[in-house]
T-cell receptor
Framework: NAGVTQTPKFQVLKTGQSMTLQCAQD?????MSWYRQDPGMGLRLIHY???????DQGEVPNGYNVSRSTTEDFPLRLLSAAPSQTSVYFC???????????FGQGTRLTVV | GENVEQHPSTLSVQEGDSAVIKCTYS??????FPWYKQELGKGPQLIID?????GEKKDQRIAVTLNKTAKHFSLHITETQPEDSAVYFC????????????FGSGTRLSIRP
């Protein structure tokens, strides 16, 4: 009963490095999204996908790329990490829009 | 685009008392309003949601009210217990905005023994 699985849980990057945050769900959900959580700012939508092969930008997409080649996986790529990208990142999935979103445990990313 | 404002940012109540968290939204097309609870070190979990065709919904000690005219919705927790201590987020979405869920900034609720 895995639900939404994010890896890694913690990561430290140097400025300018690139990396991919992994997200996988086993609930056959079509809708997946990535959020970042910063103190006092709640959860801000980075990118989302309504199905395999379809992605779109959220509120704060700059500096991030996504792809959705399968229903199960929705990786988030940081192209050139910056200190402003230090945050906790959450992946979420739902069966269809405007229904319950299931969140992963989060990835705490620090860029130094 | 949609904007969701949430108040207060922190709330401390005596155990057994009620807690109320309020949110406003900007997009009149929004039709789905979920509330999430986030415990320390975990991802948010849905606790209750309401759709625009309903004015109030209740689930045991938790209730949500929606005023579409004023674009307000609120979370009410009665008979608060220590396990209610957490961060609570309101959110709004609509099919017309490609179903993007936009969250409020969160309320840290503390229950005093």
């Amino acid at each position: 009963n895995a639900g939404v699985t994010q890896t890694p849980k913690f990561q430290v990057l140097k400025t300018g490095q690139s990396m991919t945050l992994q997200c996988a769900q086993d609930m056959n959900h079509e809708y997946m999204s990535w959020y970042r959580q910063d103190p006092g700012m709640g959860l801000r939508l980075i990118h989302y996908s309504v199905g395999a092969g379809i992605t779109d930008q959220g509120e704060v997409p700059n500096g991030y790329n996504v792809s959705r080649s399968t229903t199960e996986d929705f990786p988030l790529r940081l192209l050139s990490a910056a200190p402003s990208q230090t945050s906790v990142y959450f992946c979420a999935s739902s069966y269809e829009p405007n229904t319950e979103a299931f969140f992963g445990q989060g990835t705490r990313l620090t860029v130094v | 685009g949609e904007n969701v404002e949430q108040h207060p940012s922190t709330l401390s109540v005596q155990e057994g008392d009620s807690a109320v968290i309020k949110c406003t939204y900007s997009d009149s097309a929004s039709n789905y309003f979920p509330w999430y609870k986030q415990e320390l070190g975990k991802g948010p979990q849905l606790i209750i949601d309401i759709r625009s065709n309903v004015g109030e919904k209740k689930d045991q000690r938790i209730a949500v009210t929606l005023n579409k005219t004023a674009k307000h919705f609120s979370l009410h927790i009665t008979e608060t217990q220590p396990e209610d201590s957490a961060v609570y987020f309101c959110a709004a979405s609509s099919y017309s905005s490609a179903s993007k869920i936009i969250f409020g900034s969160g309320t840290r609720l503390s229950i005093r023994p």
